[in-house]
């Protein structure tokens, strides 16, 4: 006796389909995973099961249809996320991940076609989470460089732009800095040793007055820019809150003198005890392309939580931080920020002291603004914590 997915859930609503059951009814019979999805929303509704548990269930119904590429699968996947999925502050957070993760698959596997009818109706606020998931969609579309020219999704996203959403603002085009996002080299991993970090960028070595310039830095508290640019990290879960700093130089800095001996002498709670571990701080000079391309992976990657944040958000937080690093304003065009990026000096670097765990994922930036008396710091590490 054949039995439907609705009646799979009736009987068991905690019940865990496996991958490739799920995948299998979305194949075959689309309208019974969604009116399984359906039922399970309705009884959340009701308080008759866990609403935690159920929107699990719930949302691996969803990116299962939104992986098979089908019409039916495009609609019922969005409505599921867009309209069924609970609203209340306790799924605040799984909402979202669901949304932005059904929208990369949709736009990984779907035809461009099938996405198009989803943007018929212009949205009247950006509250609703079903324009959120075809924002979310449009982003994941610009960061494969399609749907630009298409009146349908042209008038979407302008709309978009006129309410204010935060995606929005972001280019319908990979920018040329953005050409790592999302691509992984083979052996290019996480950086873990000196020797690793002076393979892939030049080595800037220390000078006496390098630390001499770093004594005489002033801090200069910030902490809603310490928060933005940090945010590639927090929002993704990396397991240790990251540190962003800025910091005043009286006179410019000799270009030379931006290197390991200038930010040992920075207040920084990452190089506390450094010399104290085995192992030397070393800077590398690096670009703003790799940068960016950094902050897009740990937003995109997720951190030891899993909180992968899916493209189009971890695009919008990557070129957030670039301008609080940089110190711009929000209104400065993308390619202008690019302009102004490439007049600024980029290091990365390392150190062995107490903060690093060199296991996992270790970060460390140091900006040094055109004139040369502005430097920002942001490190991360989502190694265990001690």
């Known amino acids: 006796m054949r039995t439907s ?16 059951e799920l995948k299998q009814l979305a194949e075959s019979r689309p309208e019974e995973l969604y009116a399984a999805a359906e039922q399970l929303c309705r009884r959340v509704a009701g308080e008759e099961l866990d609403g935690s548990s159920a929107a699990r269930t719930v949302g691996r119904i969803a990116e299962a249809l939104a992986d098979t590429r089908s019409p039916d699968c495009v609609r019922f996947a969005v409505d599921i996320v867009g309209r069924l999925l609970p609203l ?20 990984n596997v779907q035809q461009l076609r099938d996405l198009e009818p989803l943007f018929g109706e212009l949205p009247n606020g950006v509250q609703d989470p079903a324009v959120e998931v075809r924002a979310c969609v449009l982003g994941e579309l610009a960061l494969i460089g399609t749907g630009r020219g298409r009146p349908v999704l042209d008038a979407y996203a302008e709309r978009l732009r006129e309410l204010g959403h935060p995606l929005a603002r972001l280019p319908r085009t990979r920018l040329d800095i953005e050409h790592r996002f999302g691509v992984r080299v083979r052996g290019l991993g996480s950086i873990k040793t000196p020797d690793q970090l002076r393979s892939r960028f030049p080595e800037i070595p220390p000078t006496d007055s ?26 993704s879960g990396w397991a240790r809150e990251p540190e962003a700093r800025f910091f005043m130089l009286p006179s410019p800095l000799a270009p030379d ?23 030397g701080a070393v800077t590398c000079r690096t670009t703003p392309d790799d940068v960016v391309n950094e902050l897009f992976a740990a937003a995109y990657n997720g951190g030891v939580s899993g909180r992968a944040q899916g493209g189009a958000y971890a695009r919008l937080y990557a070129w957030n931080s670039l301008y609080a690093l940089m110190g711009l304003p929000a209104d ?32 460390a930036f140091a900006v040094l603004d055109p004139t040369r008396t502005r430097v920002a710091v942001l490190a991360a590490t989502d190694g265990g914590t001690e």
């Open 210 to 235: 390098g630390a001499a310039a770093g004594c005489t830095a002033g801090e200069t508290p910030d902490s809603r820019r310490a928060r933005v640019a940090a945010e590639p990290f927090t929002v």
């Open 332 to 363: 400065i065009p993308f390619l202008g920020a690019v302009r102004r990026a490439a007049d600024h000096r980029w290091l990365r670097f390392m150190a062995f002291t107490d903060w690093f765990h060199h296991d996992t994922s270790d970060v």
């Open 257 to 279: 003198d931006f290197n390991i001996s200038l930010i040992k002498e920075l207040s920084l709670d990452c190089l506390a005890g450094e010399g104290t571990r085995r192992g």
């Open 5 to 20: 997915g609705g009646d799979a859930f009736r009987r068991h609503p905690g019940e865990r389909f496996g991958p490739a």
């Open 88 to 107: 209340g502050p306790a799924h605040r957070l799984e909402g979202d991940r669901l949304r932005r993760s059904v929208a990369a698959k949709l736009v």
